[in-house]
């Protein structure tokens, strides 16, 4: 299985989602909710958009672990990615937050679900360095080539260079920061709105790089290793085209699929030829959700992918007796040749 694209994801679904008045000043792509729609239409309209994405990556065969949350005084907690990571080893990364109201975001039954599910060696907290005003806002802030550890950081103030060299030191990635603008000269707010990495595909807008000569290494490196690299422009970044992510799903007959998450609106941007493109090693699952994008991020920002190994699923109580009880009509022989199996 490709290290890259995990088979487990978290979401939250969270019941009080509003566009954070918080986030407006730097995030390009925020929007206000449509004029006369109230506080609870536009709520009742991104809990249904959440659960059509939660639905369509169980019916690719992805595990999804949703958290209720029915806090209203953390508008966008629906974008978990914002604060945590985690990695191959049994590594997870806590991230310090830049707007104040998302801090609270953080939550410790997330982190003892991971503990309790999978393998967990080491929680890594970096929010300690909020009130020096240095921020790193996870996958948001990055977009991690975990096959070829490089961390893909846009700079800006929720993206510290110290604090993202001070990860990947941590973590083990290369760090690859660079200027990223848009035509009015607007530094991008998030990574992962320009672009994304998948295993054998990524989609970049290089083209928001004005660096000439930083911009061919960032090409040079998302494909050194033969990843085709499909170009989007500054249009399709904002229809959110680059805020994908690559999972790995199951076949109802249990075959591994390797899929592309993105939001129909994203798809819709694409040409023919794009899609042709990322189509060639993994299949692309597209959901609406407009209500959600007014926040500025869409179904990259929604999904904290799971890179750990699991831990052994334990067997109820009633069935461990029923197996105990055959056993004890039907020892196993010493060479294990016998297995019982209860109903």
């Not at 990615?81 to 997330?110: C, F, K, Q």
């Not at 921020?135 to 802030?141: D, K, N, Q, R, V």
């Amino acid at each position: 299985m490709s290290a890259q694209a995990p088979s487990a994801v978290i979401l939250i679904r969270a019941k009080r989602f509003t566009p954070n008045p918080a986030t407006a000043a730097d995030n390009a792509f925020q929007s206000d909710a449509p004029a006369g729609q109230s506080e609870d239409a536009t709520a009742t309209r991104a809990l249904a958009e959440m659960d059509a994405l939660a639905s369509a990556l169980k019916d690719a065969g992805v595990r999804v672990h949703v958290f209720e949350d029915e806090d209203h005084t953390r508008p966008d907690s629906v974008f978990p990615n914002n604060w945590l990571s985690t990695h191959a080893g049994g590594n997870i990364a806590v991230y310090p937050m830049y707007a104040s109201n998302r801090r609270h975001e953080r939550r410790a039954d997330v982190l003892e679900m991971l503990k309790s599910s999978y393998r967990v060696q080491t929680i890594i907290d970096y929010s300690g360095l909020e009130p020096d005003g240095i921020f790193l806002e996870g996958t948001g802030a990055m977009v991690l080539d975990h096959v070829s550890r490089v961390a893909y950081t846009a700079r800006s103030h929720r993206a510290d260079t110290h604090v993202l060299e001070r990860f990947c030191t941590d973590f083990g990635y290369e760090p690859m920061a660079f200027d990223a603008v848009d035509s009015d000269g607007v530094p991008v707010y998030h990574t992962n709105v320009i672009g994304c990495v998948g295993t054998d595909v990524a989609l970049f807008a290089l083209g928001m790089i004005p660096d000439l000569r930083r911009r061919e290494e960032v090409r040079e490196r998302l494909s050194v290793n033969g990843r085709r690299v499909v170009e989007i422009t500054e249009h399709q970044v904002r229809e959110f085209a680059g805020n994908a992510v690559e999972l790995c799903g199951r076949t109802p007959e249990g075959k591994r699929r390797y899929i592309m998450a993105m939001s129909a609106r994203a798809r819709r941007s694409l040409s023919p030829e794009q899609v042709e493109a990322i189509e060639e090693s993994c299949e692309i699952v597209d959901v609406e959700i407009p209500t959600i994008e007014l926040a500025g991020g869409s179904v990259r920002c929604m999904i904290a992918g799971v890179h750990l190994d699991r831990r052994p699923l334990e067997a109820p109580p009633e069935l461990t007796e029923a197996v105990e009880a055959i056993n004890e009509d039907h020892p196993v022989t010493p060479d294990g040749r016998f297995v019982a199996i209860a109903d």
